[in-house]
């Protein structure tokens, strides 16, 4: 009888300290590490002038004229973490002006949105230019 209950007990001892073995080979410890970078851009307008980039005058009136080409770099400075941008050209007072009118930088994609979206990532302390000329079309309206 004695040696009944002591192989019982041994082989609960056994039993216990195997699948505490299990359970400590199953579990594992793991640790994320999550960065937050920082959205800083700013818009810079320019015009060549005399075959020298300057600054876009600021609340300067343009008279358009049909057929006319303006000068105008629209320009976005990153100076926070890298980041896709994007961009929404409107106009007022006038539905004669679309996508065709604007000389855009070649990585720029109109999307179903009304938004042109730049393909590649914009890095730290990098720019693009979002287009460098708008085309005023020869049938435009005088009115």
Same mark, same amino acid.
């Given at each position: ?9 041994? /082989? ?7 699948? /505490? ?45 049909? /057929? ?45 949105? /009304? ?29």
């Amino acid at each position: 009888m004695k040696q009944k209950i002591l192989a019982f007990v041994l /082989g609960m001892l056994m039993l216990t300290s195997g699948s /505490g073995l299990i359970y400590a080979r199953s579990t594992a410890s793991v640790t994320n590490n999550f960065e937050f970078g920082v959205v800083d851009i700013r818009l810079e307008e320019y015009q060549i002038r005399n075959g020298k980039e300057v600054s876009y005058p600021k609340n300067k009136t343009v008279y358009l004229v049909p /057929g006319m080409v303006i000068s105008q770099i629209p320009r976005i400075y990153n100076e926070g973490a890298d980041c896709y941008v994007r961009a929404k050209l409107t106009f007022r007072n006038t539905d004669e002006l679309d996508e065709t009118s604007f000389n855009m930088g070649k990585n720029w994609k109109l999307a179903d949105d /009304g938004y042109w979206y730049y393909t590649k990532v914009l890095s730290a302390d990098d720019d693009v230019d979002i287009f460098s000329e708008l085309h005023i079309p020869d049938d435009f309206s005088q009115e």
